[in-house]
């Protein structure tokens, strides 16, 4: 069995038209020594597209936004933002860009009015437009009536918000959400994710990273797949899922030796990408009804028991497994 | 500007809200002032306890002698084993004890008697000198007094009063002790103030010390990402270096100014010419500052640079003079010592305060402060720019 190493795009998405792009990346490549971190990464987003970076921890997608941002340089390829090749030392392609880091990268001992209006300074706005912006700001992240407190008395949901506002403070025409939800409890993430959408319907373009796939479904208009710093598939998610053919998703729930039951699926030739879950594996194949029953004889002869079936349609980590060989949380 | 300042500024506000640091910046120096103006200071009076016949004459006139003379104020006792005791303990610099009849001796020209207690240090000698010559003058003028009343029939109260007015219109012979020779300490703290010592190294011991302890300041702003986010917007990397070189450096000016002000406003320290005064303060603050970014871009969390920051601003501080002065250090230990920036700050602001030192006549100290700057700086400068750009 072998993963399809190769970047699959699919369709032709909202972002495939250069001129109208707030975001053109192009053949991005960043080693870290002998790391490859990100290899050739290239994509565009268009105004009111939230486009979505997926993939496991380590796949390349921080490095790859923080070149984006201007806060590393790639060792090759070139990134431009509205027009305007981003270095950085472009201080006018990064007045275009709001950032929302992963970390909460927000000064805990001073309050959240505090924090707005220092990084409003940061971001060029007058006094006037500062404290427009600060009391606007303020009241989209449900934080006004906290204004004067200090962050570190915030819960993690509200410390989150204020780190998505800071961003959202000059009014960019690019914001970069870095696994903004990481962390934070259901409310508060519901409240984040429907923060995006909202923003996404003003024209804003949206570049959020994430590996949870059920936020890419929710908010992306496109997703990358990215694995070991390439993009391996992109496209909307029907395109993605597409991509698959007529795959199946088998999953066994196993008592017994995980590994061995493993092994003999995967020299099943149907079986296109095994992986386990827990005390699961999970299979990808054509024709999963017709080739049930060989595959629980497979794992019945290596003495491990199949306690429960599932067999469904598939979905992003289906196709992320396909493409990769590996499940999403890797 | 407004970008540099905004940095600036939220460094200085940062710093003046944790609590924590209150204490170490506000009232810790200016107990160590107190403590080393205690410890060294020469402007405080000898306090001499006198035991004595209540009312009597002669004993008033000693007193009253004593007291008129430039940093000596006595104190009466009446127990002659207190007095001893708290000699012992230098609660008191010397004891004198007249006898009860000390005045009908004195009248009858007879010899009298009487104790000087004292420790065996310089400064008691010195004493010792000043109570024999009011002694003397006083046994001289008892002496007088009652060889005119034998020899006359005016009352010797009346010959006593006539002295006394007599006395008061002769020229005194004032002596004012010079060190010479081995004694070359001596000359150089004369003449200092009590706290003036203490408030100039302290400064210099603090300045650094507060920078490099509020380096942590920076760490956490590089550990936050909020470092890496300034960088993200149309914030020039310059504008960023310089604003937390800034932040820096305004902690460590604000930390030498809060000293020089509140020591002059307490303890009237005399900081010596003003423009010498604030381009020392000036330079070694931006070297402090300096200092404080290096730590805060080399170390890797706020324990770290807590640690590095306290050994480091002590160490140096010692080395450079801060708490011990450069003039007790071996010859060998003062090139040592000269590797610090506190000890060109020292040696700048003993020209200043010590010698009467224009800024033309600490020149060269200025100069080895500058490149101080400049070297520390550029360290600095490059260290966070590899943090905040790879």
Redesign the interface.
């Known amino acids: 069995m072998q993963a399809d190493r190769s970047a699959e795009r699919i369709g032709d998405g909202r972002g495939s038209d250069p001129s109208a792009a707030i975001l053109i990346c192009d053949g991005l490549r960043r080693a870290f020594g002998a790391i490859q971190a990100v290899d050739g990464i290239g994509f565009t987003i268009s105004p009111g597209e939230t486009y979505g970076l997926l993939g496991p921890n380590g796949a390349g997608k921080t490095t790859t936004i923080s070149m984006i941002a201007g806060l590393l340089r790639p060792d090759d390829g070139e990134i431009t933002v509205v027009g305007r090749r981003m270095t950085p030392n472009s201080t006018r392609a990064k007045a275009e860009v709001g950032l929302v880091p992963q970390d909460l990268a927000i000064y805990p001992d001073l309050s959240a009015r505090e924090n707005l209006v220092f990084f409003a300074r940061l971001y060029g706005l007058d006094a006037a437009r500062r404290r427009e912006r600060c009391d606007e700001v303020l009241r989209v992240i449900g934080l006004a009536e906290r204004a004067d407190d200090r962050a570190d008395t915030f819960s993690g949901g509200m410390k989150r918000r204020l780190n998505i506002g800071i961003g959202l403070l000059h009014e960019p025409r690019l914001l970069i959400l870095d696994e903004p939800t990481v962390g934070v409890d259901p409310q508060s993430r519901n409240a984040i994710l429907e923060s995006v959408e909202h923003l996404a319907t003003e024209g804003m373009a949206v570049l959020y990273t994430t590996h949870y796939m059920e936020e890419a479904e929710r908010l992306c208009d496109r997703i990358a797949i990215v694995d070991e710093g390439r993009i391996v598939a992109e496209g909307t998610r029907p395109e993605l899922v597409a991509t698959i053919g007529s795959l199946d998703v088998v999953r066994l729930e196993v008592a017994g030796d995980t590994v061995r039951a493993k092994a003999a699926l995967e020299a099943h030739d149907e079986v296109t990408s095994v992986d386990t879950d827990g005390t699961a594996i999970v299979c990808l194949l054509p024709g999963a009804a017709r080739a049930l029953p060989q595959l629980l004889a497979a794992v019945a002869a290596t003495e491990a028991t199949v306690t429960a079936v599932e067999v469904r349609v598939p979905d992003l980590e289906d196709v992320f497994l396909h493409h990769t060989g590996k499940a999403l949380r890797d | 500007m ?2 540099l300042a ?2 600036t500024r ?1 460094e200085l ?2 710093l003046l ?2 609590r924590s640091n209150l204490f170490f910046v506000l009232v810790l120096p200016l107990l160590l002032v107190v403590l080393i103006g205690a410890q060294f200071g020469g402007s405080f009076d000898a306090r001499i306890g006198v035991v004595g016949p209540d009312g009597d004459a002669a004993v008033d006139a000693v007193v009253a002698d004593l007291d008129a003379r430039d940093g000596i104020a006595t104190v009466a006792y009446t127990d002659r084993e207190l007095l001893l005791d708290e000699v012992e303990r230098n609660l008191l610099s010397a004891g004198l004890v007249l006898p009860d009849d000390v005045s009908d001796t004195l009248a009858a020209s007879e010899p009298v008697e009487v104790a000087f207690i004292a420790q065996p240090d310089a400064g008691s000698q010195s004493l010792r000198s000043v109570v024999e010559a009011a002694l003397a003058e006083h046994a001289a003028i008892a002496g007088a007094v009652a060889a005119a009343a034998s020899e006359s029939q005016v009352p010797p109260e009346e010959l006593g009063a006539t002295a006394a007015d007599l006395r008061e219109g002769l020229p005194r012979v004032e002596v004012a002790t010079v060190a010479v020779g081995g004694d070359e300490l001596a000359q150089e703290f004369a003449g200092l103030g009590q706290f003036d010592l203490g408030a100039s190294t302290q400064l210099v011991l603090f300045t650094f010390l507060t920078a490099l302890t509020g380096s942590a300041a920076l760490i956490q ?1 590089r550990k ?3 470092a ?10 310059a504008s960023i270096l310089g604003g937390q070189a800034a932040g820096r450096i305004a902690v460590a000016l604000f930390q030498a100014g809060y000293i020089v002000v509140t020591t002059l406003l307490l303890f009237q320290v005399n900081w010596g010419a003003p423009t010498a005064t604030a381009a020392v303060v000036l330079l070694f603050s931006i070297a402090a500052g300096a200092a404080g970014m290096l730590i805060g871009s080399i170390a890797n969390n706020d324990a770290q640079a807590g640690g590095l920051g306290v050994g480091l601003g002590i160490g140096l501080a010692a080395l450079g003079g801060s708490m011990v002065p450069i003039e007790f250090y071996p010859e060998g230990m003062r090139v040592i010592a000269a590797v610090t920036p506190h000890y060109w700050a020292n040696q700048a602001m003993a020209e200043i305060i010590r010698r009467d030192g224009t800024i033309v006549d600490v020149l060269p100290q200025l100069g080895m402060l500058a490149l101080f700057c400049v070297v520390l700086l550029a360290l600095a400068s490059w260290r966070l720019y590899r943090a ?3």
């Open positions: 407004v970008r905004a940095i939220v506000v940062r809200r944790d702003t936050l990402g909020v890496t986010r300034m960088a993200s917007t149309p914030t020039s990397i905040l750009i790879r």
